[in-house]
């Protein structure tokens, strides 16, 4: 049997990181996957179980679309590392849909996954959920810098709710934006921050030189 599309639902079972380590071992081994979409919120899966699943994830090299859930894991910036370094080495990606919400996740590893995403030089379009983590102004600077390398996105949606970002922090996503120059369609989730007036104004201001959107959200 050929697998090219798989489709696994394991949230809130309990696996932990040695079930995250037997998926990520049996993962490795479907070589011809050009779609995966994993649930594994709510497992406790912690840094170990995230090196696991991208070490797994870094051999399925014909993968075109990555949809992982992974929030509520404990994974914390080392965690997110390890994800990051193995989806970048998915050289094939085109649909990124990444959701590490309330994982402890702080500036550093904003900067870990933002640097590795960066790699997939063929991504249209990005998911990325990291709301109610906190990876405050730097962290949203860190990430900003590195998603505006992705010079083939078509469709950005992040997720940065609840995350102690300031008004600098709203400048630095805005400067981002500014750069994706190729981008149609933009979902931007900031709800609970403190962006204030001047935050609200850069936003405005990058989001006003993306001259080819359709739609904003």
């Given amino acids: 049997m050929t697998l090219t599309s798989l489709n696994l639902d394991l949230s809130k079972n309990s ?13 490795a081994k479907c070589v011809t996957l050009t779609s995966l979409c994993l649930n594994l919120s709510y497992n ?5 179980g995230a090196k696991y699943l991208g070490e797994g994830i870094a051999k399925c090299i014909t993968l075109t679309s990555l949809n992982l859930f992974l929030n509520n894991n404990s994974i914390d910036d080392n965690g997110a590392k390890y994800l990051g370094e193995g989806i970048a080495k998915s050289t094939t990606l085109t649909s990124l849909n990444l959701d590490v919400s309330d994982n402890s996740i702080g500036k550093n590893g904003a900067k ?5 995403i960066a790699r997939c030089a063929t991504l249209a379009k990005i998911n990325l959920f990291l709301n109610n983590n906190s990876i405050g102004d730097n962290g949203t600077k ?12 078509t469709s950005l949606s992040l997720f940065l709710n609840n ?3 300031g008004e600098n922090g709203a400048k630095y996503v805005g400067e981002a934006i500014a750069k994706c120059v190729t981008l149609t369609s933009l979902s931007l989730f900031l ?3 403190s962006i ?4 609200s104004k850069y936003l405005g201001e ?3 030189k993306c001259t080819i959107l359709t739609s904003l959200n």
Avoid at 112 to 116: R, V
């Fill in 15 to 27: 696996i932990g990181e040695n079930g995250a380590k037997y998926l990520g071992e049996g993962i």
């Fill in 44 to 48: 406790s899966i912690g840094e170990n």
């Fill in 112 to 116: 870990y996954l933002g640097e590795e």
């Fill in 142 to 153: 860190y990430l900003g810098e590195e998603i505006a390398k992705c010079i083939t996105l």
């Fill in 163 to 165: 995350n102690s970002i």
């Fill in 191 to 193: 709800n609970n921050n």
């Fill in 196 to 199: 204030g007036d001047n935050g």
């Fill in 206 to 208: 990058g989001i006003a």
